[in-house]
């Protein structure tokens, strides 16, 4: 094989697995929360797989994982059931206020109700609180 076609399927295949050579992780829901007078910075994403990507800016490591089989059955109905869903809260105007957002990647044409939306924020929070927050 040619040098240059060595090169040019190694970028293609650096490109479809991003550099590190593993594959691109395309996360469906992404939960965040920020704020309050303990400084919450905290991030999840899950991909439609079931697996996690959890940080805060308290810690420098990103803990990874996979989310349980009920998780991911919870996960994959709100993916069929809702299509783009974004969420996020405040708890009041003051400059301790803590913020939620959430946003989910669906594929179906629904919207949560405000019990959905409750208990998506709740769901995420958990998922990152059981699974993905640094110890």
Same mark, same amino acid.
Do not use: H
């Given at each position: 094989? !040619?040098?240059?076609? $060595? &090169?040019?399927?190694?970028? +293609?295949?650096?490109?479809?697995? %991003? ?7 395309? =996360? +469906? #829901?992404?939960?965040?929360?920020? %704020?309050?007078?303990? %400084? $919450?910075?905290?991030? #999840?994403?899950?991909?439609? *797989? ?8 308290? $810690? =420098?490591?990103? !803990? ?7 998780? #991911?059955?919870? &996960?994959?109905?709100? #993916?069929?059931? $809702? %299509?783009? +869903? ?6 009041? =105007?003051? *400059?301790?206020?803590?913020? +939620?957002?959430? &946003? &989910? ?6 919207? =949560? ?18 699974? *993905?927050?640094?110890?």
């Amino acid at each position: 094989m !040619n040098r240059r076609l $060595f &090169l040019a399927l190694t970028w +293609v295949a650096a490109a479809a697995c %991003g550099q590190s050579g593993k594959p691109k992780f395309d =996360p +469906v #829901l992404s939960w965040r929360r920020d %704020g309050g007078i303990v %400084g $919450f910075c905290d991030e #999840l994403d899950i991909s439609a *797989a079931g697996e996690f990507r959890g940080k805060s800016c308290k $810690f =420098p490591q990103t !803990n990874s994982g996979r989310i349980s089989k009920e998780e #991911l059955d919870q &996960l994959q109905r709100w #993916l069929g059931d $809702f %299509g783009k +869903v974004s969420i996020e809260t405040k708890d009041s =105007p003051a *400059a301790d206020a803590v913020t +939620v957002a959430i &946003l &989910l990647a669906g594929k179906g044409t629904g919207q =949560p109700d405000d019990g959905g939306k409750r208990e998506m924020l709740r769901w995420a929070q958990r998922v990152y609180s059981q699974r *993905a927050a640094s110890k």
